[in-house]
């Protein structure tokens, strides 16, 4: 009975990171995946401590994201490391791409993954799971004047 149940679990867990569209190779957790229309509201509050928002692909659009510069090319990854080296490791940071959906971007996997070697504690992925345009520019969210 227990066997039958460990196997439910394994089969139930591999069908929701299915779902999710994560593989074990990406560096995220689920719940580090942060919804467009949460930042949305965030950056539009005009709270008083906001995330770090930082573009790792090639078009940084978002009200109030620094721009890296795609995350596949090594300067630029080196370019973050030296924004984020004077950020305190508890400081929200999200980052986002939206050059194409997760499963082809080459730039969201090696940024997110700086943030675990640098050890920052509240590291988020903005879910742009189709595109930037797809998932926030045609819902109206803010972008840069």
Known sequence: MN???IIFALITLAFSKISLGQNSADPWKPEQLLSPAVLDSVIK????IEPLIICV???????GSVDAGPA????NL????QLLSN?????EIVIYCGCCP???CPNIR???QLLHEMKFTHPMLLNLAKNLKTDWIDHGYSIHP
């Open 3 to 5: 066997k039958n149940l």
């Open 45 to 48: 509050s005009g709270a008083n």
């Open 57 to 63: 692909g090639p078009s940084a659009l978002i009200k």
């Open 72 to 75: 596949k090319e090594k300067g």
């Open 78 to 81: 080196d370019k973050l490391r």
């Open 87 to 91: 950020e305190k490791r508890d400081r």
């Open 102 to 104: 997760f499963d082809r």
């Open 110 to 112: 090696p940024a997110f």
